[in-house]
């Protein structure tokens, strides 16, 4: 399906003459602070036109406010925020080349599908609002319900039709506030796919807020981990999940085994680090502090069980032996709870591949990892930041 | 029995479960059963009545009676010689009652929109603001018209001040014209207004006016795209609650209005208590209560909202 030429046309609304493939969005040391509370903390980003960029972290960490702030609906205390190059800083929600879908789609109870889509472009006096508004809920399949009102759509469609309202205006910057987050778990991951799937098609600069690191990793080119209103770390989620480079993404981002240790040695690129007796060697590339007290890091699914009257690979970083606390079987993997003595429990993830025997709870096993997928952090960070307690889903 | 237990549980529980489907049905006519007092009520203090005041609206005097004394008769001529005698009050009536409506939406809807909107959030001011606006009520209805009486009389600081930046000519008077009885209409119908309005505005999403800022409207437009359109129901009975009892209100004209300021209760009052004309008085009331009858409907279906209801 693709977009016809009219649906590319450019709302009158914005201020250059061309963001047909969306704009840089620029925050410049962008901070609001509600009274002593500090939601946004000298924040600065840019978002290349025509990425989707998601802006990642828990409840509370401040990214639903700085997109908002995007969107024009909040004014940052201090800081610039730019499109394509123009400081919008002062400017109101309605005078912005931005459109959001809002996490409660804010669809407009009053007007039919259709006239929700053709609002935006009839306060634009674009040209032929309602053929345009048809091409977009045909983008989003849902021409057939043009004439219904948002009480009759189910939350998928309402979640479509938000989306269709705000993209016909070809935002120069398209702001996604938890759009998926009142979905259940299927339909959701199948908006995920139709979202990058429409992104793709038509090239805007996507702006997306969420809590679920998954669906940020899913969709994202680029994703921005947020705490306490900073950013942690950004980059391709790839390169952050093999190489978080604070505690608070390691374990928000998937999940990490974190163990306190101190370098004693540092060889050919390689660290070592005494980790509760025993050596575990990490690249320093890989590593975030060189010295002294560091965090050793690694993955759960990077970790391999090693049985008794086995041997780990020569070379590998490996520590136990331990007692197996817990078996879980989800199908494709098994996660293990491993309990080192003087290490605490780790995690392991195991795929379910054919030749495997299984091991039991109680069993001693040492576990072992290739030192290159090991890496390093600050040993003063708590080890435990950003990780998800399991009787709180929504953290 | 299949069908109603289908009906009152949904396919999922199917016919095999009759126990549950009898208890959704004695369910279901037990909450007819709460209709029964407000039914009664309303048959013994509206439907009576208003059959007694048709059949007296068609009575006729008794030949050679004494002055009130009429018997069942069918003399629609009384509708004829009702009419033709005081439609100009019937007029007047709803003139009156038309202005003080559009009025009491000038005032009430911006302060509903204060106290709803603007003060959303601060429920204390909020709670604060409602109670100034119930707060006449708390007075009886003749002593706050007798108030404004003084408020409009030729001595009073209003009436000197209009006079002072020449709004009002230095012998012009307020009280017992037109203009004073229409502001006594909009000061006692005013809360009916307000309060119906702030309802609707109280439950309006303020991510929807976000919404509207999102989409280029600013605003203006937003408000008149948005917060109106989804305020309408409010408007629609606060409109209803003012114009209806304002059309047949009579105490404003009397405390407030002179000889060419009558209205069609006033009449209605005088017809009845005064003349002891019962025939002529009812066919009044007849006439007033079809004309509100086709008026309201009217305007329920121009303003449309019955979607949003």
Redesign the interface.
């Known amino acids: 399906m693709s977009l016809s030429a009219s649906t590319r046309a450019v709302p009158s609304g914005s201020p250059d003459g061309e963001t047909s493939s969306g704009a840089d969005l620029t925050l410049e040391r962008i901070t609001k602070d509600f009274g002593s509370f500090v939601a946004v903390d000298d924040l600065s980003l840019t978002v290349p036109s025509g990425s989707f960029f998601a802006l990642l972290g828990p409840s509370g960490c401040g990214k639903t406010t700085t997109l908002r702030m995007v969107a024009g609906l909040e004014r940052p205390s201090s800081g610039r925020i730019l499109i394509g190059g123009q400081d919008v800083t002062s400017t109101r929600a309605h005078q912005r080349p931005v459109n959001t879908v809002f996490q409660s789609y804010a669809l407009f109870p009053h007007l039919t599908v259709i006239e929700n889509v053709a609002f935006g472009l009839r306060r634009t006096r674009a040209a032929n609002p309602l053929g345009r508004a048809g091409d977009a809920l045909d983008l989003v399949e849902l021409r057939h319900l043009a004439d219904r009102r948002p009480s009759q759509l189910s939350g998928g469609q309402q979640q479509r039709v938000a989306l269709a309202r705000a993209m016909v205006n070809n935002p120069a910057v398209l702001l996604l506030d938890e759009p998926l987050g009142a979905l259940d778990l299927k339909l959701r991951r199948q908006m995920q796919v139709e979202l990058k799937r429409i992104q793709t098609e038509v090239g805007l600069t996507f702006v997306h807020v969420t809590h679920d690191q998954e669906e940020a990793m899913t969709m994202a080119d680029t994703v921005a981990v947020m705490n306490a209103g900073r950013i942690e770390q950004l980059g391709a989620p790839a390169d952050l999940y093999e190489l978080p480079r604070t505690a608070f993404v390691a374990n928000f981002l998937g999940q990490s085994n974190l163990l306190g240790g101190t370098v004693v040695e540092t060889v050919d690129g390689i660290m070592g680090v005494d980790v509760a007796g025993r050596r575990i060697r990490v690249p320093v590339d890989r590593a975030v502090s060189t010295s002294g007290d560091v965090l050793v890091g690694v993955r759960p699914e990077k970790l391999r069980l090693v049985r008794e009257g086995e041997e780990p690979a020569p070379g590998t970083n490996w520590v136990g032996p331990g007692a197996v606390t817990d078996v879980s079987f989800s199908g494709v993997s098994t996660q293990y709870q491993v309990m080192v003595p003087g290490l605490g429990t780790l995690s392991v993830f195991s795929q379910n591949v054919a030749g495997r025997g299984e091991v039991r709870l109680g069993e001693q096993v040492r576990l072992a990892c290739d030192v290159d997928f090991t890496f390093g952090l600050d040993g003063a960070e708590d080890a435990t930041s950003g990780a998800v307690d399991l009787d709180d889903p929504g953290a | 029995m299949t069908i109603v237990s289908a009906i009152g549980h949904g396919p999922g529980n199917g016919p095999a479960s009759p126990p549950p489907a009898a208890q959704g049905r004695r369910g279901r006519s037990g909450a007819y059963l709460l209709l029964l007092p407000g039914m009664a009520y309303l048959t013994l203090f509206f439907v009576f009545p208003v059959v007694a005041l048709l059949l007296t609206s068609l009575y006729a005097p008794v030949p050679g009676g004494d002055i009130g004394q009429y018997q069942p008769a069918f003399e629609w001529r009384n509708y004829v010689v009702a009419l033709s005698s005081y439609w100009p009050q019937m007029l007047r009536s709803f003139l009156y009652a038309l202005t003080a409506t559009v009025a009491a939406f000038l005032i009430g809807y911006p302060m509903a929109y204060v106290i709803a909107v603007r003060a959303r959030g601060r429920p204390f001011l909020q709670g604060m603001l409602l109670v100034l606006v119930i707060a006449p009520f708390f007075t009886s209805f003749i002593l706050r018209t007798i108030a404004w009486k003084q408020i409009l009389a030729d001595e009073s600081f209003v009436v000197a001040a209009l006079r002072a930046v020449q709004l009002l000519p230095p012998d012009g008077r307020l009280t017992a014209t037109g203009f004073a009885v229409v502001c006594g209409l909009t000061y006692n119908f005013l809360p009916f207004m307000t309060l119906p309005i702030y309802a609707s505005l109280e439950r309006l ?1 303020p ?2 006016v ?9 605003a203006p ?2 408000f008149l ?2 917060t109106l ?2 305020s309408m129901p409010g408007v629609v009975s606060g409109t209803l609650l003012t114009f209806i009892p304002a059309s047949g209100d009579y105490v404003n004209s009397v405390l407030l209005g002179n000889n060419t300021t009558t209205m069609i209760g006033q009449v209605i009052d005088s017809r009845f208590f005064k003349v002891a004309d019962y025939p002529s008085a009812a066919a009044l009331s007849v006439v007033l209560m079809a004309a509100i009858l086709l008026l309201v409907s009217a305007y329920v279906r121009r303003s449309g909202t019955e ?2 209801l």
């Open positions: 999403d991510r929807l976000e919404a509207g800022g999102d989409l280029y409207a600013g437009t937003t795209r948005v359109p989804l979607e949003l």
